[in-house]
């Protein structure tokens, strides 16, 4: 069964800014768009592992800023000419508040025997630790 556990106010994460989440076994990468829509991103480039909360936001897609891959928040997925994906995860905005869904799966789940190095990580249910940078 999954819940939805509070991360962080919407207005502590700025427009087209992150906040990272830390829990016990990864960060969690939050974004705001510049229409308040949310996106919940494992805070690590499926290129190199580039901490894609310190990138720079355009519409729904985040820039790395390793090596400039543009990532698709939405899925995950890395803009052609790349390929891999990060994990993206359930994510809601009530009363200004942002939620996570627990247990935290990727979501949608990444599809198997897909090209580049996608693969599909299940994470049991780990408490957060609160906000992190940011
Ligand atoms: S680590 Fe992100 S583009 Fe290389």
Redesign the pocket.
């Known amino acids: 069964m999954s819940k939805w556990i509070e991360v962080v106010e919407l207005n502590k994460i700025p427009v087209l800014g992150s906040r990272l989440i830390k829990t016990r076994d990864q960060s969690i990468a939050v974004f705001r768009g510049s229409n308040d829509q949310v996106f919940a991103i494992r805070d690590a ?1 499926p ?4 901490p894609l909360s310190q990138g720079i936001m355009h519409g729904t897609t985040v820039t ?1 800023p ?4 543009k990532i698709d928040l939405t899925s995950g997925n890395a803009l052609a000419p790349d390929e891999g994906c990060s994990n993206v995860f359930a994510v809601k905005v009530e009363d200004g508040k942002v939620f996570l869904q627990l247990p935290l799966t990727p979501h949608p789940p990444l599809p198997q025997g897909e090209r580049g190095r996608k693969k599909k990580i299940y994470f049991s249910p780990s408490p957060l630790e609160g906000e992190g940078l940011g």
């Open positions: 480039c290129h190199k592992g580039g790395c390793l090596h400039n891959w």
